[in-house]
């Protein structure tokens, strides 16, 4: 008996991990919206669509490539450099994909210098002037941690919407059945309550 309630207090514990972590690393504010709307603000088409290159990038600018065709910003944005500098940036990469799907050269913007999130945020402020509202698309485990920095960067005079790829490579609803998820989950709680509790 005893094992048994140790057994169901163990699954508790890990089944309230599991969700803690599930809110505390990724949001959606798109989440209610069929589309974007004329009437209601949280749901309003945004200037600019922001994909950040990292972790399963092909599922990032997809998303971005989505949001697009709805209508829910006339702007793609793609911020990354590649690791390897003697190659394309992954903003270039990223761009080739949208090219590659038919969206027009003149609605990507690219930013291919940015080593890291803060970096991505930094830099896409200063690229993206006059902007009031911005969907920033990244990696579910990311997307907290992202959306902050692009809020502390862009000012509280931009509105950043955070909406995550519903699919990731390292990140499948599932996380929690593997090791490499455990890890990565431990890894962005940490940088993400960093940059909560003291910014980037």
Not at 116 to 143: E, M
Not at 163 to 179: A, E, I, V
């Amino acid at each position: 008996m005893r094992l048994l309630l140790f057994i169901g207090l163990l699954v508790l514990a890990l089944w309230g991990a599991v969700v803690g972590i599930n809110n505390l690393l990724s949001v959606d504010d798109l989440a209610r919206c069929s589309g974007p709307s004329l009437v209601d603000p949280k749901c309003a088409q945004a200037d600019a669509i922001v994909a950040i290159s990292g972790g399963d990038t092909s599922a990032r600018v997809a998303e971005a490539i989505k949001l697009y065709n709805q209508g829910w910003a006339k702007k793609l944005v793609f911020s990354g450099a590649a690791l390897d500098s003697s190659g394309p940036s992954n903003a270039e990469v990223m761009r080739k994909q949208a090219l590659d799907v038919g969206v027009p050269p003149s609605d990507i913007i690219t930013e291919g210098d940015s080593l890291n999130t803060a970096d991505n945020a930094f830099r896409t402020s200063v690229l993206v002037g006059g902007v009031k509202r911005i969907i920033v698309v990244t990696s579910p485990y990311h997307q907290r941690r992202a959306g902050l920095e692009f809020q502390h960067f862009f000012g509280n005079e931009v509105q950043v919407v955070d909406h995550p790829t519903p699919y990731d490579r390292q990140w499948q609803n599932y996380w929690w059945s593997t090791t490499s998820g455990w890890t990565l989950a431990a890894s962005e709680s940490v940088k993400t309550l960093f940059v909560m509790w003291f910014g980037q």
